[in-house]
């Protein structure tokens, strides 16, 4: 199909998408939200057939005054991820029963994801999770929601960090 045909987009305006291949992208910083989220994304990899990949962003420290404090700070931020992701792997494997990909990245972190989105074809979902509103955190759903989402070729979803594993099992 091509604009020709009365459509607003042309094939080449079409993502890579790799047609039967789903694979849910969840950021991941250890909080209980992003745990949440991880868990919807494992039920609907399990049920499509899916597979699902995290991704942890090491941001850029605050101060860069002594370079060899900095390169201790960010080898123990490194090592605290490698060891996050590994237990949510775990996690994935039980409640999914795939092994995911697992991807540590360093920089601003909606930049980060919006490369790994354009990175890689296969992945069809950015799944975030949403802290309670009485967790006072940074503001990764708004800058999504206002910069990011008009760029991303994929649907952004926000699971709720407040769920239960029962409703999300009822959700998915």
């Not at 800058?143 to 760029?151: H, K, T, V």
Request: glycine fraction near 6%; charge should be negative; proline fraction near 5%.
């Amino acid at each position: 199909m091509t604009a020709e045909d009365g459509l607003p987009w042309t094939e080449r305006d079409l993502p890579d998408h790799i047609a039967g291949r789903v694979k849910y992208l969840v950021c991941v910083d250890g909080t209980a939200h992003s745990r949440v989220a991880v868990r919807f994304a494992c039920l609907r990899a399990k049920n499509t057939k899916g597979n699902v990949l995290l991704l942890n962003v090491i941001e850029p420290a605050e101060f860069q005054h002594w370079m060899a404090v900095e390169d201790v700070m960010k080898e123990e931020r490194r090592e605290e991820t490698e060891s996050l992701l590994q237990d949510l792997a775990a996690e994935v494997n039980e409640w999914a029963g795939v092994m995911p990909v697992l991807t540590v990245r360093e920089g601003h972190i909606g930049e980060e994801i919006l490369a790994a989105v354009e990175e890689d074809p296969e992945i069809s979902f950015l799944v975030v999770g949403a802290a309670p509103p009485e967790v006072k955190r940074g503001s990764l759903i708004s800058w999504l929601a206002g910069q990011l989402a008009g760029r991303l070729r994929i649907p952004l979803v926000i699971v709720p960090g407040n769920l239960t594993d029962e409703q999300l099992i009822n959700l998915t």
